[in-house]
């Protein structure tokens, strides 16, 4: 294959005629519609910053920045532009940094310093450095290209959904796999006091809004009550369960809620009384059309009143890990 074939998406400009010299300077701008530098480039403006603020909070000048988003500078440069701007790559191997994640995917699909020479046209001594976090743009995104050609930009973390209006990004319902975890370890639900009549969720009794149902006001009961809450509401339904549980009303509540420990109350009152169980992974909602939405942000498992036992099983089937109440 012959270099030029790796990039998916560039443009050749009349300044980059020989691409192995602008590949070793790292002056061609080849790269620079490289879906990388393309998505670098919407980080920094949706962030409303401009290159010079970016410039600013990564030390460098605003005509590095300028050339980064042509695929042109240093490795060095690259890799903390990415951390101001919280932009991660998904579809190639973990590792703490680009370069570490590269040379991990080298790893990964057992091919050699030599052999990765060979496929990408740059010397075993570019490949080593680029993974040690030197060399140039333009040698990475070739070994990239090589390497992990589907790599592209994990969606960034947010603590909201991103689509639909507020009644819709409340309204999404916990998958029947992970509701299977949640009945294998805690048993049969009682109570989903924010029930939905689309939601595949199984309770023997469920509050339902459109019903004349209010679980924020309503007595819960039972054994074992289920909250997925509306998340625009989050605090306000855990401290919901809270109380009713501290009533008596309930003995058991799951919530499955995101992964926010921002608030004081969480810290003081909540952490002292409920287990929470860390989610590694994110799960799949389903939203009213029954289509799976990936979520943007991580999740935790809320849970008052459980046994030792209870909390163990769900450990065996969910990935992730307890912080115990303390
Ligand atoms: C995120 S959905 C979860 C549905 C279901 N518990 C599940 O896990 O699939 C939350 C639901 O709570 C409902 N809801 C909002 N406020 C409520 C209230 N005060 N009482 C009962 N349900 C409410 C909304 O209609 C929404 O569909």
Redesign the pocket.
């Known amino acids: 294959m012959l270099a030029a074939d790796y990039p998916r998406k560039f443009e050749e400009t009349g300044s980059c005629r020989n691409l192995a010299s602008g590949l070793s300077s790292g002056i061609c701008d080849i790269w620079r519609h490289h879906i990388l530098i393309d998505d670098l480039r919407a980080a920094r403006e949706a962030k409303g910053w401009l290159q010079r603020t970016l410039a600013d909070r990564i030390g460098v000048s605003a005509q590095a920045v300028h050339r980064l988003e042509r695929g042109i500078g240093s490795t060095a440069t690259l890799e903390v532009a990415m951390v101001a701007l919280d932009f991660r790559l998904t579809g190639v191997a973990s590792g703490k940094s680009l370069a570490e994640q590269l040379r991990n995917q080298r790893i990964r699909k057992k091919t050699s310093v030599a052999a990765l020479a060979k496929r990408t046209g740059l010397s075993p001594t570019t490949i080593a450095a680029v993974e040690q976090g030197g060399d140039s743009v333009a040698s990475l995104l070739r070994i990239l290209e090589a390497l992990a050609p589907k790599a592209k930009r994990r969606a960034p973390e947010r603590a909201y959904w991103g689509q639909g209006d507020k ?1 819709d990004r ?5 998958p029947d796999d992970f509701m299977q975890s949640v009945y294998a370890a805690f048993g049969e639900i009682d109570l ?5 009549p689309l ?3 199984v309770a023997k009794r469920k ?4 019903h004349g ?4 006001t309503d007595h819960w009961f039972g054994k074992l009550a ?6 625009s ?1 989050q605090l306000k339904w855990l401290r919901r369960a809270h109380e009713q549980w501290r009533a008596g009303n309930i003995r058991t509540v799951v919530c ?1 809620v995101p992964a926010r420990t921002d608030s004081a109350w969480f810290h003081e009152t909540l952490r002292v009384d409920a287990d929470v169980y860390f989610l590694q992974g994110r799960v799949r ?2 939203d009213t059309s029954g289509r799976s939405q990936p979520t943007p942000f991580s999740l935790m498992v809320v849970v008052l009143g459980a046994s030792d036992e209870q909390l163990e099983t769900f450990a065996d089937l969910i990935p992730g890990f307890w912080m115990r109440r303390s």
């Open positions: 009644d409340d309204s999404r319902f916990t989903d006091p924010c029930a939905h939601s595949p969720v509050f339902i809004l459109e149902d209010d679980g924020l289920y909250v997925n809450p509306p998340f509401e499955l909602f389903l």
